[in-house]
């Protein structure tokens, strides 16, 4: 089978919209999630592991590279979405969320991301979002202010290789049928991992205005 892209923290919407994305171009897909949920897609390989779990998420991914090969695009997509005000929850809460927006995704890349730079090329992906904090929701602000640092060091690491590292932006709550459809937010990451080298961006940002692709 050929390399493919692999899916973390792969639900019903944006998740779900790049894996049909990708498999429209003939990319095999494989999703990671905390149910091992197929989305009723056809064809794809599902793994179950939760994205704080590190020993679970590493033996999905190499489950997922014995059946594809090391991956052609790795999506990292979990989130703790909530409304949560300053002093508003337990420091383990903070600690939790902290742990699925962003250790999950260090933990990921380093995990596969030396294969793709051995190789000479891949893209990593990150789902952002809040491209400005709001003290409404302090874990989401604070997760999604790392995953921007975190795709700034990756890209240092593993960008001279020929992996891509970029982030995709969500500034809005996704729903289909409203600016915020994951179908057209799953058309950055498409558009991402098919850049040439000498255009590549390391954030795009979704704000519901007219798609600029």
Do not use: C
């Not at 003939?26 to 599902?46: E, H, I, K, Q, W």
């Not at 793994?47 to 704080?52: G, I, N, Q």
């Not at 302090?138 to 975190?150: C, D, W």
């Not at 500034?171 to 600016?179: F, H, I, L, N, W």
């Amino acid at each position: 089978m050929m390399p493919g892209v692999v899916i973390i923290g792969a639900g019903p919407g944006i998740g779900r919209s790049v894996a049909r994305r990708f498999a429209r171009e003939g990319l095999p897909v494989a999703l990671v999630s905390r149910t091992g949920t197929t989305l009723d897609l056809d064809g794809v390989l599902a793994y179950k592991a939760d994205s704080t779990d590190e020993d679970q998420l590493r033996a999905a991914l190499d489950a997922a590279a014995a059946e594809l090969g090391t991956p052609d695009a790795v999506v990292y997509n979990a989130a703790v979405i909530r409304p949560d005000a300053p002093g508003e929850v337990s420091v383990r809460a903070q600690l939790d969320a902290w742990a699925v927006n962003v250790v999950g995704a260090l933990v990921a890349a380093a995990h596969v991301a030396p294969a793709m730079a051995r190789r000479g090329s891949g893209s990593f992906l990150i789902t952002g979002g809040m491209p400005e904090p709001k003290a409404q929701y302090v874990s989401l602000s604070l997760g999604k202010a790392g995953v921007r640092t975190l795709a700034a060091l990756l890209d240092q690491e593993y960008g001279p290789s020929g992996v891509h590292v970029a982030s995709v932006t969500v500034a809005g709550p996704v729903a289909p049928g409203t600016a915020f459809d994951p179908d057209d937010i799953a058309e950055h990451y498409w558009r991402l991992h098919t850049q040439p080298r000498e255009r590549w961006e390391r954030e795009v940002l979704h704000d519901g205005t007219a798609s600029r692709w």
